[in-house]
C-alpha cells in the first residue's frame, strides 16, 4: 500500500501562472479531501468528495480555485493565475467511505508562487 | 460556529516526563474528535480518534486522550515522552463527520 500519493512535491509558478496539483487516493478509498497548509491559517479545509460526487467545497475559495475528480483514482486541484498568497501546503487525504473511517494524509505538495 | 483551540503553540518537556497537550471544541452536540501528529518533513499522522463512547480513548505509541463534555475539552496525554515524540500535534473535529476542522497546532520539543 503506497499511501495517498501526490504529485509533484514541489511546484514553483511565477504570479500569473496556473497550477495544477495531483492526488492518487489510496486504492479502494471513496472519499477523497484537500486541505491547504500555511503558517499563518494553519490547516484548512478546502473540499471534497465521495464516489468522486463534490460534498463539500466550502472551504475552497471563490475565484481561481477548482477540483475535480474524474475517476476513483484520481483528483486534481487547479489554481488559475496564482497569487502570492496562495503558496502553501497543499495537502491530499483519503478515506475508507463512511464518516467514521481515518482519513489518511499525502506528504503534499508545497506550492511556491513567486 | 464548529472550532478547536489549541491555547499553547509551544510546549517543551524533558525526555520522560509526563506530557499533556490542550485542546479546546466548540461544536453544538457531541463531535467526533481527533489528533494527529505532523513529523519533520512528514505527512499528518493519526494517534486516536474519539467517537461517541468511552470518554477515554488510546492511541498508537502510547499516547491517550480524554474527552470531557462539561469542559469541551480533548486533552491528549503521555505517561512518558520520547525524543521521537518531538513533532506538531494537532487536534481536530468533525463537524458533519465529513471534513476535519484542526486547531493552529502545538509544536512539542523534547529536552534531553
Given at each position: 500500500n503506497a499511501g495517498v500519493i501526490q504529485t509533484p512535491r514541489h511546484k514553483v509558478t511565477g504570479k500569473g501562472q496556473e497550477a495544477t496539483l495531483w492526488c492518487e487516493p489510496i486504492s479502494g478509498h471513496s472519499a477523497v479531501f484537500w486541505y491547504r497548509q500555511t503558517i499563518v491559517q494553519g490547516l484548512e479545509f478546502l473540499t471534497y468528495f465521495r464516489n468522486q460526487a463534490?460534498?463539500?467545497?466550502?472551504?475552497?475559495?471563490?475565484?481561481r480555485f477548482s477540483a475535480q475528480m474524474?475517476?476513483?483514482s484520481h483528483s486534481t486541484l487547479k489554481i488559475q493565475s496564482?497569487?502570492?498568497?496562495?503558496s502553501a501546503v497543499y495537502l491530499c487525504a483519503s478515506s475508507?467511505?463512511?464518516?467514521k473511517d481515518t482519513q489518511y494524509f499525502g506528504p503534499g505538495t508545497r506550492l511556491l508562487v513567486l | 460556529a464548529q472550532s478547536v483551540t489549541q491555547p499553547d503553540a509551544r510546549v517543551t518537556v524533558s525526555e520522560g516526563a509526563s506530557l499533556q497537550l490542550r485542546c479546546k471544541y466548540s461544536y453544538f452536540g457531541t463531535p467526533y474528535l481527533f489528533w494527529y501528529v505532523q513529523y519533520p518533513r512528514q505527512g499528518l499522522q493519526l494517534l486516536l480518534k474519539y467517537y461517541p463512547g468511552d470518554p477515554v480513548v488510546q492511541g498508537v505509541n502510547g499516547f491517550e486522550a480524554e474527552f470531557s463534555k462539561s469542559n469541551s475539552s480533548f486533552h491528549l496525554r503521555k505517561a512518558s515522552v520520547h525524543w521521537s515524540d518531538w513533532a506538531v500535534y494537532f487536534c481536530a473535529v468533525s463537524p458533519n463527520q465529513g471534513k476535519l476542522i484542526f486547531g493552529q497546532g502545538t509544536k512539542l520539543s523534547i529536552k534531553p
Open positions: 463534490p460534498i463539500d467545497d466550502s472551504g475552497m475559495p471563490k475565484e474524474p475517476n476513483q496564482t497569487q502570492p498568497q496562495d475508507l467511505d463512511t464518516p | -
